[in-house]
């Protein structure tokens, strides 16, 4: 299991620190993740289909871009 990614991903991603990142289960990393990852990151699910932006149907808004 490779913890530098569950580390970096848990921070850089998720927005989690590193010291709450370590107290965490990996189930419940894992659930975090693939909400994540799920309908609230059209990004990462474009990127998953090798879609661009040029691509969609629709134009794209800010928060399409800019997840806050």
């Known amino acids: 299991m490779d913890f530098a990614w569950l580390l970096y991903v848990g921070m850089n991603k998720l927005g989690f620190t590193e010291k709450q990142v370590g107290h965490m289960t990996f189930n419940k990393w894992s659930k975090l993740y693939d909400a994540y990852k799920g309908e609230y990151d059209k990004e990462y699910n474009m990127k998953n289909r090798g879609l661009t932006y040029a ?4 134009e794209p808004t800010i928060d399409d871009v800019i997840p806050f």
């Open 55 to 58: 691509q969609l149907e629709y």
